[in-house]
Nanobody, 128 residues
């Protein structure tokens, strides 16, 4: 049973930074692409960032490019999302996602899919 547990969300002022973590368990972490998505009230789930199995390839949504950085530590079974220069529009619940199959690439994971494993989400609120 794959489990994903996010942490690090909270309330921050515009221009500030937060670092989200997602701890994974239940299988060999380094064999699967990982990603972050977010969902604001009344909106669809939005792609934020994905990272390949080894961490060498990353993709970012246009709205976060240049401000957010996704990384992973396979020894710790954890994926991170460093968020800088936060804006009010970044306010959302942030979800960690894991590919169900090793063949799913970070490129493919840019599309939110019900076939991924999902964490429970962590709230990020940016005050303006």
């Amino acid at each position: 049973q794959v489990q994903l547990v996010e942490s690090g969300g909270g309330l921050v002022q515009a221009g500030g930074s937060l670092r989200l973590s997602c701890a994974a368990s239940g299988r060999s972490f380094g064999n699967y692409a990982m990603g972050w998505f977010r969902q604001a009230p009344g909106k669809e789930r939005e792609f934020v960032a994905t990272i390949s199995r080894g961490g060498g390839t990353t993709y970012y949504g246009d709205s976060v490019k240049g401000r957010f950085t996704i990384s992973r530590d396979n020894a710790k079974n954890t994926v991170y999302l460093q968020m800088n220069s936060l804006k009010a529009d970044d306010t959302a619940v942030y979800f960690c996602a894991a590919a169900q199959r090793p063949s799913t690439t970070a490129h493919t994971m840019r599309v939110a899919d019900s076939l991924y494993y999902w964490g429970q989400g962590t709230q990020v609120t940016v005050s303006s």
